[in-house]
């Protein structure tokens, strides 16, 4: 366990940014992440996991710690369901195919979702009709102050979309080194009635889709909207989908019949950003190295030499250019460092 002073963060982040850490360590054990908090109480510290949801617009001037605890293990059983405990630092994509290898059913909709396990509460991450929140029993975190550490509950974890505990009165005082969730053994609840997955099903003429059905399914929609972070810098969807008045919309959609929408509550309807940028026009540009990507809007990429700040000041012009043709404020859902 080694610290090392300025450390390149572009292969530790999916954006591929060059940014540089003022000190780096990787820890791959609770004891040791503990033991580098005890030695280091005063510094700043920059907590980074799989480097999926950030964008890097400056270096970093603290102490970056690398969360890499692995392993995977069954907690307990019964004949219908499953707890399952991942460590932080385990792949989250890796992680789900392990488990439908087990034909454990529940996180088969969030397949080849980029990042780590540790991070996946913070996001409360979904697709696909699912969130982490429906499987989600509890996670284990470290007291950055106090080295304790804590049990967080589903209730005390306070998800909403793309939202938790840990991104609002918790945020910078907890390290996430485990997440607990509780899957199905049988009877599983296959949902195929989000987006293209029925669709894809069909093309392969599935009509009693398993687990692995709907994953491979899923993986296919991805990767023919998505780049490969390996191949094509990004961070999946930078933007949050906008949840906004139903009374707000219905205005808005007398202007725009052809908008989609999502019914969220009584009151509320959820807009897919993807759309709102694709129609305003950004949908494949490119600003330098800087662009969106050519299949999907909601994705911005860099294409090579981009920085942080050149990718932010993409981000911006799209919330602005939204804004001003639909009334309507789009979020960032990656995380702006």
């Not at 793309?162 to 899957?183: C, G, H, M």
């Not at 800087?290 to 090579?304: E, F, R, S, T």
Request: overall charge negative; hydrophobic content about 35%.
């Amino acid at each position: 366990m080694e610290i090392i002073d300025n450390f390149s963060l572009k292969n530790y982040n999916t954006f591929g940014i060059e940014a540089r850490a003022k000190q780096f360590v990787s820890v791959h054990t609770v004891e040791e992440l503990q033991t580098v908090l005890k030695e280091n109480p005063t510094q700043k510290k920059f907590i980074l996991g799989g480097g999926s949801n950030m964008l890097l617009t400056k270096d970093i001037d603290a102490l970056t710690i690398h969360v890499d605890l692995k392993g995977k293990r069954i907690i307990e059983q019964t004949e219908d369901a499953v707890w399952v405990e991942a460590k932080a630092g385990e792949n989250w994509h890796e992680f789900v195919l392990w488990t439908i290898g087990q034909d454990f059913g529940g996180l088969e909709n969030m397949s080849l979702i980029p990042g780590n396990v540790g991070t996946t509460p913070i996001q409360n991450i979904g697709a696909y009709g699912t969130e982490i929140k429906d499987t989600f029993v509890y996670c284990e975190a470290v007291n950055i102050q106090t080295l304790e550490i804590k049990r967080f509950t589903k209730q005390e974890c306070k998800f909403g979309y793309r939202e938790s505990i840990f991104k609002n009165e918790a945020k910078d005082q907890y390290i996430i080194v485990a997440v607990v969730f509780k899957l199905t053994k049988q009877n599983h609840k296959i949902n195929i009635s989000y987006g293209d997955i029925a669709s894809e099903l069909s093309k392969k003429d599935i009509t009693v889709p398993t687990l692995k059905d709907v994953s491979n399914a899923i993986i296919t929609i991805r990767q023919s909207k998505l780049p490969d972070p390996k191949e094509l810098g990004n961070s999946g969807s930078f933007f949050k989908n906008p949840i906004i008045q139903k009374s707000d919309f219905e205005r808005i959609h007398l202007q725009h019949p052809e908008m989609p929408s999502y019914t969220v509550s009584e009151t509320e309807v959820k807009v897919p950003a993807g759309w709102l940028i694709e129609k305003a026009g950004f949908k494949g540009k490119r600003f330098g190295d800087a662009g969106i990507h050519k299949n999907q809007a909601l994705v911005l990429v860099n294409y090579g030499n981009a920085t942080g700040q050149e990718i932010l000041n993409v981000s911006k012009e799209i919330q602005k250019t939204v804004k001003e043709l639909f009334d309507i404020e789009i979020e960032a859902e990656v995380n702006v460092i």
